[in-house]
């Protein structure tokens, strides 16, 4: 009789990766959960984000860059980069960054050499 379910997990009931017990049997502890990125991640190839100027408070310019996608980039550490490489100052509002000052070129450029395709 052939072993329809052969080399499948339904050949065997689960067992634990770390014990080799049944997963009913199992006293290890829970696993940790793995961070949802690494941190400091970039992954923006191919990603389209926009860059547009925006008036705050007191008529105080900003250029904001928004549509980046949270779960691939570690918003704090773009922020940290592009302040780095603009040499001013931003802030994060969600998941908007904010820099300080109408400079759509020099955050588009910047962007483009992390890899996004800024608009
Ligand atoms: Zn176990």
């Given at each position: 009789m052939?072993?329809?379910?052969?080399g499948?997990?339904?050949?065997?009931?689960?067992t634990?990766?770390?014990?080799?017990?049944?997963v009913?049997?199992c006293?290890?502890?829970?696993?940790?959960?793995?961070?949802?990125?690494?941190?400091?991640?970039?992954?923006?190839?191919?990603?389209?984000v926009?860059?547009?100027?925006?008036?705050?408070?007191k008529g105080?310019?900003?250029?904001?860059?928004?549509?980046?996608?949270?779960?691939?980039?570690?918003?704090?550490?773009?922020?940290?980069?592009l302040?780095?490489?603009l040499?001013?100052?931003g802030?994060?509002?969600?998941?908007d960054?904010?820099?300080?000052?109408d400079?759509?070129?020099?955050?588009?450029?910047?962007?483009e050499?992390?890899?996004?395709?800024?608009?």
């Amino acid at each position: 009789m052939s072993r329809l379910f052969a080399g499948t997990p339904w050949d065997r009931p689960p067992t634990c990766e770390r014990c080799g017990k049944l997963v009913a049997e199992c006293r290890c502890p829970p696993p940790v959960p793995s961070a949802p990125k690494p941190s400091g991640q970039i992954d923006s190839k191919g990603q389209r984000v926009t860059v547009r100027r925006e008036k705050r408070q007191k008529g105080k310019e900003v250029t904001v860059v928004r549509g980046i996608d949270p779960a691939k980039n570690d918003l704090p550490n773009l922020l940290t980069r592009l302040k780095s490489s603009l040499g001013t100052g931003g802030s994060l509002d969600g998941t908007d960054v904010i820099l300080q000052g109408d400079q759509i070129e020099r955050v588009k450029a910047a962007l483009e050499k992390l890899g996004f395709q800024p608009k």
